[in-house]
């Protein structure tokens, strides 16, 4: 097996899909590492270490076509179709990396006229055998954290309660709606910095977890029974229930220094859960950081990659916090990437894919020239495909 690993394309995206730590056990395991000159130069990975660790450096077009398995950040699809990648891609290919698949299923249709297979990382099933290999979650992680930090150093206010000799400050106010796993890691890292934190999110299972990492939740008099969906994530809701989510939200919105907005909804627009008189009610100098951002933010004025002021409020519309922190976000992202790929692996060492598989079903998005995951072939309004056959028979 050859792995290749091309230098990202898409602007900002600092990241890179195999660190030189990950390099070692695949080659050790028979396969052999062909990887971009300087893909991992921007997330502190230079080309001589990944040489040391047994990989072999090429031009871009060298390592497309030496590849059978292209591990990438972003691949054709995600964040806008790279023409000149699309056709590099055949059917001998196997891409694996973050497709945005639910969001743009033309793309991912493009991919399958090719021939090539695609499995796409954010749509790892949340299983208890798939945690090793759930990128969404490892990524989200960082974001949660880098969320805080961006909106530490916005505010003009100190996070944490301190008594001095000049007087005693008061702790910086924090909300963070939606308690995924970004949404908790800002409760933590909030809480280290000493902040006072309110969280809310629609699902009231998760109000144990709010309350363990020190944050009070809030209560909110609606009707959740269908809040949870498929894999653990949020539903969506028809538009009555965010109208009046927003009207009890809005007044703990009103005294926060700081809110973080975490609430998205795969493959479809994020709700609006903080209008513009919201923001106007807000005290001024208080800071928002929307990491909805990409699918349309969660807060009304949210633009997306850019940093506004609005009545006196700082926006942040980030869409890809992790790649400012490129090295530990490509050092998590290559662990589940390989362990992805360990788990498609043969005994003698070649590829398997395996659509009885659960992990490989879910995330298998194009297959054998043809869109293979059931909701895209649903968006492209093509017919059902036959049952998959039983796990263990390749396919």
């Known amino acids: 097996m050859v792995i290749g690993v091309p230098r990202e394309l898409q602007p900002g995206e600092d990241r890179v899909a195999l660190v030189p730590a990950s390099v070692g056990p695949l080659t050790k395991s028979g396969a052999t590492v062909v990887v971009e000159h300087g893909a991992g130069s921007r997330a502190g990975c230079p080309d001589d270490a990944y040489v040391a660790a047994g990989a072999r450096l090429a031009a871009r ?12 950040v972003r691949t054709p699809g995600a964040a806008g179709v790279h023409g000149a990648d699309l056709e590099r891609l055949s059917s001998r290919h196997t891409v694996i990396g973050f497709a945005d698949p639910l969001g743009t299923p033309e793309a991912a249709q493009a991919v399958a006229r090719r021939g090539a297979t695609l499995l796409a990382m954010e749509l790892i099933p949340r299983i208890t055998r798939a945690q090793s290999m759930d990128a969404l979650s490892s990524q989200a992680n960082i974001g949660g954290y880098k969320a805080v930090l961006l909106a530490a150093a916005t505010l003009p206010r100190m996070f944490p309660m301190m008594m001095t000799a000049a007087g005693t400050v008061s702790p910086a106010h924090v909300f963070v709606i939606g308690a995924g796993v970004a949404g908790l890691q800002a409760i933590a890292t909030a809480k280290r910095l000493g902040a006072k934190i309110e969280a809310y999110d629609v699902r009231p299972a998760v109000k144990e977890q709010i309350e363990s990492l020190g944050a009070k939740f809030v209560e909110l008099p609606l009707d959740t029974a269908a809040a949870e969906g498929q894999g653990g994530y949020a539903a969506a809701q028809d538009e009555s229930f965010y109208r009046r989510q927003r009207e009890t939200m809005a007044r703990v919105v009103a005294h926060s220094d700081v809110v973080i907005t975490t609430a998205a909804i795969p493959g479809k627009k994020s709700p609006v859960l903080i209008t513009a008189d919201m923001v106007a009610a807000m005290p001024p100098g ?68 395996d659509p009885g598989d659960e992990i490989t079903r879910e995330c298998l998005v194009t297959h054998r020239g043809d869109v293979f995951a059931p909701r895209l072939r649903e968006a492209l309004g093509l017919p059902p495909l036959p049952a998959p056959a039983a796990a263990g028979t390749p396919a």
Request: with cysteine; charged share 15%; hydrophobic share 50%.
């Open 61 to 72: 077009d060298e390592v497309f076509a030496a590849a059978d398995v292209l591990l990438q």
């Open 286 to 353: 208080s800071v928002i950081v929307d990491l909805a951002a990409e699918r349309g933010g969660n807060c009304e004025l949210t633009v997306a990659d850019q940093t506004i002021v609005a009545h006196g409020v700082t926006i942040h519309g980030p869409t890809n916090l992790p790649a400012t922190v490129p090295f530990h976000a490509s050092q998590l992202y290559a662990k589940n990437l390989t362990t992805l790929l360990a788990h498609l692996r043969t005994k003698e060492g070649a590829l398997a894919i």
